[in-house]
C-alpha cells in the first residue's frame, strides 16, 4: 500500500504551513469532451472582458454576471501518450539532431536530463502510448499513441488518431491541406492530430494538425507531421520550390496580433532540410535519398523519408493567406544558408505577438515577439529564450524585420557551463511582461531534480544592445529547485501554470507531483485592487476553491495545470476530478477511501462575483494522498503537455 501513496514532502508541508489563510475566489466549471478520450487537456481561454480601465476587476466585481459559456474553452483530448510533443519543434525542446527514434533512445534521454528511477517505464509509456509488455521489436496495436504506432505506420497502419482539438467540448476539426495530396492516395479517416493553442473571443481557433495517413497502394503514409492553422488556413513552410520542404515541411502557430487592419499569426516554420546525411537518423531505409529531387521528387511516398526533420525560423503569416509567411528573423551566428551544424538544424520560434498601446517605449503601436532563437557556440547550436524587436523602418510585408535578442540569465550557457539544456518565452503581454521556461541540463540538477526554472522578463527594458533579464520565481510557492511550467499572463500581470507541490528527488526517484498556480507580478500594469484580492502573493489554486456556497462541488477537483488566463480573470485548467468529491476539503485527501477512480479533465475557473480576500477558509494539508489507482493520473504524471526539455546531445562539456 505504501507505494502506491504520495507521502508528503517537507517542502510541501511547510508550503502549505505558510500559506495559512486561503481565499475562496472561484467556482470550477467541468468542460466534457463530446469525443471518446481517456484524458481531457486545457490549453487557453478565450477573451471576453468586461474588465476597463475604471473597473479592472472583471468578473471579480461585486456588480458582475459573468456568464461561463461567454469565455471559450480550448483544448485537446488524449487516448495515449503523444510519444513526441505535437506541440514543440524539436523532441523533447532538447534534440535538434532529430536523433531520439526508438525506445532506447527515449530511454536514454530520460536517464540524461530527468534521471528517474522509473525511466524504463517512463520510456516504455512513450513508445506504446501507455504500458505494454510488448518488446521493442513491435508495436502494441491495441493501444493508441505513442512514437512506435508512428513509426511503423508505413507498413502496419495507423491505429487511430490520438489527440482531437476541442472548444468548449466541441471537436474542431483541422482545415483540410490541398496545396500537396501524394499521388494515388486516398486519405484515411481519423487519422489527422489536432492541437489547440489559442481561441479568439469568436471561437476561432489557432493550432497544429498532422496530414492525417493516406492509404497508397497500402502503405500509410503522413505527408507532415505538423502544420499550424488558423481557422480553415493552414500556415505553409517556406516556398522556395525544394520539394520535401514544400511537400512535408512542418509548421507550427501558436498566436496572433492585430496590426494595421489585419491579423496576423505567429510561429515557425521549416526552411530547410535538416542533416539527411547521417546515417544515425535512419529509421526505414536511406534518408538521403529524400533531398534527391532528381530520383526522388515525390519523398513522401517512401518509407525512408516518413522520419523527415527540418530547420526552422520563427515566422510571421497573414492570417487571410496562410501561404505569404515571412521570416521574423535569422539565426544568430549562424548563416541561414547553413542551417546545420555538426549534425544539428538550427531552430526559432515565435510563440507570441503583442501590439502594446500600453507602454511609452519605443515599441508602441509595433508588434514585438518572443519565443526562442539559435546561438551558433562553436559546433553547438544552442536553443534560447529570445525577444524579437521591430527593426528601425520596419515593414510587415518583408523578411526579418525583428532583430532577435536572447534573455539575459536564461541562456543555455553560463560562465562556460552548458547550466540549461534549452531556455524559451511561452507568452507575454501587453506591458511587454514576458513568461518563460530555462531547463537545468541533466548535469547541473538542484536538490536532486533537473527542474524547469520559471521567470519573467520585462521585454519593455530591452534592445538591440540591452538585453531584457531574466528574474526566476521565488517565495511563497517557489522554492529552490521547483520545477514547472509557464503558460500564461493577462494584461494585470496575473500569471498561471504549473510548479512542483514536493521537493522530493526526483534524480534515482519518481517524478514529482504538481499543482497549478497564480502568481500576481507587482510590475509596471499591475492594478492594486487585483493585487489585493491574492494578498499579493503566489498560490496553488486549490486554494483558492475552497469554502463558500460552491465549496462541496469545486471539491471533486484538484488542480494541476493552469493553461490559460485572460483579463476578466476566467482561468483555463486542467484537473484531477473524483466523481461524488474528494473525501475531504484536504489537500491530499482520498478519493473514494482510496479506491476511487481520477480522470483528467479541462476545466475553467470562473471568479466568484465580490470575493475578496476576507474570503477565507482553510484548506488543510491533510497526511495521506489520493492513492493512485489505474492508468488516468499515471499517465498525467508523466506526460502533463510535454512539461520538460531537454539537452542537446552534441554539447560538448
Known sequence: ??????????????????????????????????????????????????????????????????????????????????????????????????????????????????????????????????????????????????????????????????????????????????????????????????????????????????????????????????????????????????????????????????????????????????????????????LSKCTDTTTTPNPVLLADCQNFAFATQAYVWDSSDGASGEAVSGWIGQSTTSPNRDDAAAQGSARTGVVSDTTSSKYKDLPVLAGFNTRRDDDNLLMQAAIFYPKAGFDITAENQWDSVFVKDAEVEDGGDYIYSNSLIKDMNKNLIAIGEAKRSGRYAKDGAASNRLFYTDASEGSTTTQPTAKYLSGDIFFSSAGGEANAINNYNEMVGSIDAENAREMKGKERRRRGFIDPLNLSGTDSNRLALFQGKAWWLDNLTNGGKFSDDNNAYRIVNATGINDDGVISATANYCAGGYDSTDHNSYCGDGNGEETLMAVKLVPIAGATADDIVQRKGGKPDVKREGGSLGYFALTLLGLLGFRKKKIKM
Request: aromatic share 12%; hydrophobic share 30%.
Open 1 to 286: 500500500m505504501q507505494n502506491k501513496m504520495f507521502k508528503l514532502s517537507m517542502v510541501a508541508a511547510a508550503l502549505m504551513a505558510a500559506s495559512s489563510a486561503n481565499a475562496a475566489l472561484y467556482k470550477i466549471v467541468p468542460v466534457k469532451a463530446n469525443v471518446t478520450a481517456n484524458q481531457v487537456y486545457s490549453s487557453a481561454i478565450s477573451d471576453s472582458s468586461i474588465a476597463s480601465d475604471t473597473d479592472p476587476l472583471g468578473c471579480f466585481a461585486s456588480s458582475a454576471s459573468c456568464d461561463e459559456s461567454n469565455y471559450k474553452l480550448g483544448g485537446d483530448t488524449r487516448l495515449g501518450e503523444d510519444g513526441i510533443s505535437y506541440r514543440d519543434e524539436v523532441p523533447f525542446k532538447y534534440d535538434n539532431t532529430f536523433t531520439y527514434l526508438d525506445l532506447r533512445d527515449l530511454r536514454n534521454y530520460c536517464d540524461r536530463e530527468l534521471g528517474y528511477k522509473t525511466c524504463d517505464t517512463w520510456a516504455v509509456n512513450k513508445w506504446f502510448g501507455a504500458y505494454s509488455d510488448n518488446d521493442e521489436e513491435s508495436c502494441d496495436y491495441s493501444l493508441t499513441g505513442g512514437l512506435c504506432q508512428e513509426r511503423r505506420a508505413f507498413s502496419q497502419g495507423y491505429n487511430g488518431r490520438n489527440a482531437v482539438g476541442i472548444i468548449d467540448g466541441s471537436e474542431i476539426s483541422a482545415p483540410a491541406e490541398t496545396s500537396y495530396t501524394p499521388p494515388g492516395g486516398s486519405r484515411v479517416d481519423d487519422s489527422a492530430n489536432t492541437v489547440i493553442n489559442k481561441v479568439l473571443e469568436d471561437g476561432t481557433p489557432i493550432g497544429i494538425a498532422s496530414s492525417g495517413y493516406y492509404n497508397v497502394s497500402g502503405n500509410y503514409v503522413l505527408t507532415y507531421r505538423q502544420r499550424g492553422f488558423y481557422g480553415t488556413k493552414f500556415m505553409l513552410p517556406k516556398q522556395d520550390g525544394q520539394p520535401i520542404v514544400m511537400q512535408m515541411g512542418r509548421t507550427f502557430a501558436y498566436d496572433s496580433f492585430d496590426y494595421n487592419s489585419k491579423t496576423y499569426v505567429v510561429g515557425s516554420a521549416s526552411v530547410a532540410p535538416f542533416d539527411n546525411d547521417d546515417d544515425d537518423k535512419n529509421y526505414w531505409g536511406d
